[in-house]
């Protein structure tokens, strides 16, 4: 009998100092829009990733229909950039959307904020709590030379888009590495904002809108999360750009981007091939 592979790798949470509603304390004041008891309800639990302040990376997994016979990956992740607060609220809305399906076409693995230590800062702020642009700091080819270069020449050296001293230098930044490797998603959503489009690095077709949001491509950065993924381990990376970092899109078209973006993978994200533990 075959089975899958990466049908053994699960990761479980572990124990940690910090409960989810002591996390939920300290997170909701800075979201829009995601109440505490929201936040309790969506049931994250500590993966074994934490920030540089030691605060855990929440998750939470679905499982898909037992009778779902090829069953796609979905790695889906929010608040990569910590004063994107608009990335992580509507994961939390999603995340209540699945929570109230009894059953589930895909396997997610739910992320909703992945640099907690920015978004809690005096002020949030776009790094990290070292002053690493998360989104820069992935292993392209070549990164020693053409992240920084593109840092100091394109950017003028600005603090907020830092790569880092050396790729996967931080430990958000670790944590999604890993997590890649282990649970080998068949595709990766990420939400940014607030450039309103959407984007994608890797092979699959693009989508044509997902609600207001049309596809346009952004560009390719080195060290960017699309870049690592998308063109070079060949997993697709889905960027959902909403249109502002503050204020929140309507529940309805909340609802069209979970809808839209749920038939673009069905339609156009194949089942990779099984890798070796």
Same mark, same amino acid.
């Given at each position: 009998?075959?089975l899958?592979?990466?049908a053994?790798v ?7 100092p #910090? ?8 997170v ?5 829009k995601v109440? !505490?008891?929201?936040?309790?309800? $969506?049931?994250?639990?500590?993966? +074994?990733?934490?920030?540089f302040?030691?605060?855990p990376l929440?998750?939470? +997994?679905?499982s ?5 016979k090829k069953?796609r ?5 929010g608040?990569?950039?910590?004063d994107? %607060?608009?990335?992580?609220? #509507?994961?939390?809305?999603w !995340?209540?959307a ?5 059953t589930?076409e895909?396997q997610?693995k739910v ?5 907690p230590d920015?978004?809690?800062?005096p002020k949030?702020?776009?790094?990290n ?8 700091n ?6 020693e030379?053409?992240a !920084?270069q593109?840092?100091?020449k ?5 603090p907020?888009?830092?790569p880092?001293? %050396?790729p996967?230098?931080e430990?958000e930044?670790k944590?999604i590495?890993d997590?890649i490797? $282990?649970?080998?998603p068949d595709v ?8 309103g489009v959407?984007d !994608? +690095?890797g092979?699959?077709?693009?989508p044509t809108r997902f ?6 491509r952004?560009?390719?950065?080195p ?5 690592y ?9 889905? =960027?959902?750009e909403?249109p502002h970092?503050? =204020?929140?899109?309507s529940?309805?078209?909340?609802n069209r981007?979970w ?7 069905r ?5 990779? %091939?099984?890798?070796?533990p």
């Amino acid at each position: 009998m075959h089975l899958d592979a990466r049908a053994n790798v699960r990761a479980e949470p572990v124990s940690a100092p #910090v409960k989810l509603q002591q996390w939920c304390k300290q997170v909701t004041p800075r979201l829009p829009k995601v109440s !505490l008891n929201e936040c309790l309800q $969506s049931k994250l639990a500590p993966s +074994d990733g934490r920030s540089f302040k030691a605060i855990p990376l929440m998750t939470r +997994d679905f499982s898909a229909d037992l009778h779902t016979k090829k069953v796609r990956r979905v790695l889906l992740i929010g608040g990569i950039h910590g004063d994107e %607060k608009t990335a992580t609220a #509507v994961v939390f809305k999603w !995340l209540a959307a699945m929570s109230k399906s009894s059953t589930q076409e895909f396997q997610w693995k739910v992320a909703p904020l992945v640099n907690p230590d920015g978004l809690l800062a005096p002020k949030s702020t776009r790094v990290n709590a070292r002053g690493v642009d998360l989104n820069r700091n992935f292993p392209t080819p070549n990164w020693e030379k053409e992240a !920084l270069q593109y840092w100091a020449k394109k950017t003028k050296s600005d603090p907020r888009r830092f790569p880092g001293k %050396k790729p996967i230098s931080e430990p958000e930044s670790k944590w999604i590495f890993d997590t890649i490797k $282990s649970f080998q998603p068949d595709v990766i959503i990420s939400v940014h904002a607030p450039f309103g489009v959407l984007d !994608l +690095d890797g092979p699959a077709q693009p989508p044509t809108r997902f609600g207001r949001l049309h596809f346009n491509r952004v560009g390719v950065y080195p060290g960017s999360l699309g870049n690592y993924s998308g063109m070079h381990q060949e997993i697709p990376v889905l =960027t959902i750009e909403l249109p502002h970092a503050l =204020t929140m899109p309507s529940p309805s078209e909340i609802n069209r981007i979970w809808q839209d973006m749920q038939t673009w993978i069905r339609q156009h994200i194949a089942v990779r %091939k099984s890798e070796s533990p």
